[in-house]
């Protein structure tokens, strides 16, 4: 495994990176509150037959912290930036997992660059309206009034420690196998000055991803990715309710729901790491090497 930076639209972009780039590559794009940490295990599982690469978003994990007034924190531009680092790596084929945040930054990126996709792992990422069920109901509120103390205190609360453990325990079948390393370290950089202002502006900006789900579904229709999908189905912020939908677009999408929550790979990598595995086996083909570009990120 390598710790890298990549100065991407002038921000530092930190990222692990792991595997041969002449094999296929799989971009990992990670959910809030979290970073490219919540794939440490997976990529473990999966370097000695992929290429694999984590960045951290802009404001999370390990790369540069613009406040609010020098970046805007939108999904638009968390797209684009990523979108930049890909081209930037000189990556040209790849599968994207996505994963709660991941789902709306990934999807802008395949619909935009359909050529680039060997397929979609998608794991608890949205791209259905039926799949935001009670979890986003004050989510929904703040959309329409983030300026109400009552409201914005509600979006507040999904910054705290507790519902930082929350997400990871809530669902699972064996909380103690839960490390603190995980909530703990999520948490230490949720709490650093100025970042409340951050997640806030990014709850504002999901609420421009629900108007973009009939044209992602219709990249699904039209180009057909190979998907898929591995849902925690005792996850309360994204139930399997959204996790169904993928097949009415997408009918050969192989669809598993797993017996944990939120975030799956804490109980779960090694199983997901094998339904990759066999899946990607199934439908991208790993005989030619890539092309990786010479003097690119991934390179030095």
Known sequence: MKYKKARVNELDIFYRETGDPTKPTILLLHGF????????ELMRDLEDRYHLVAPDYPGFGQSSFPSVTQYEYT????????????MQLGIKKMSIYVMDYGAPVGFRIAAHHPEWIDALIVQNGNAYDEGLETFWDPIKAYWKDNK??????KIGELFTFEKTYWQYANGMRDVESLSPDTYTLDQALLDRPGNDAVQYQLFTSYGSNPPLYPAWQAY????????????????????????HPYLRDLPNAELHLLDTGHFV???????VAQLI???????????APKQVLAGSAASQ
């Open 265 to 271: 790979l804490e109980e779960e990598h090694k199983n």
């Open 33 to 40: 509150p979290t970073s490219s940490f919540m794939y440490r």
């Open 148 to 153: 109400t103390p009552s409201v914005v205190n």
């Open 75 to 86: 999904f638009d531009n968390l797209a684009t930036l990523i979108e930049n680092f890909v």
């Open 277 to 287: 595995d066999a899946f990607l086996t199934k439908n991208v083909s790993q005989a």
């Open 220 to 243: 699904f229709r039209e180009h057909k990715p190979p998907m898929l999908i591995t849902w925690g189905k005792n996850d309360y912020v994204f139930p399997p309710s959204g996790a």
